[in-house]
């Protein structure tokens, strides 16, 4: 059985930083591409930051990028995402996801694969 357990998240203040991580079990996540979303109560999900499966190639939404870092770690089958200089806008459900494939895509319909969340909140 496939599943995507995040952690990490928490109560941070503005300017802070904090890294969430993404465990993910039942296969082997070396070939998939492994993403984070966020998700405001009220409002769509919305993507944050995509790492490739091969060649580590990575893309961010334009709101984060600069702040935020995507990396797989060494095993393989863990995701980070490093936020710094957190904003109280960065305020939202987190969510991990993954999908067979090579590219980095931030198109929430083509993960196959999604976690529970974990909920980030920035305090001004």
């Known amino acids: 059985q496939v599943q995507l357990t995040e952690s990490g998240g928490g109560l941070i203040q503005a300017g802070g930083s904090r890294r969430l991580s993404c465990a993910a079990s039942?296969?082997?996540?070396?070939?998939?591409?492994m993403a984070w979303f966020r998700q405001v109560p009220g409002k769509e999900r919305e993507f944050v930051a995509a790492?490739?499966?091969?060649?580590?190639?990575?893309d961010y939404a334009d709101s984060v990028k600069g702040r935020f870092t995507i990396s797989r770690g060494v095993a393989l089958n863990t995701v980070y995402l490093q936020m710094n200089y957190l904003r109280p806008e960065d305020t939202a459900v987190y969510y991990c996801?993954?999908?067979?494939?090579?590219?980095?895509?931030?198109?929430?319909?083509?993960?196959?694969?999604w976690g529970q969340g974990t909920q980030v909140t920035v305090s001004s």
């Open positions: 790492l490739s499966s091969r060649g580590g190639r990575t």
């Open positions: 996801a993954a999908t067979a494939g090579v590219g980095t895509y931030s198109t929430g319909s083509l993960y196959n694969y």
């Open positions: 039942g296969r082997t996540f070396s070939t998939y591409t």
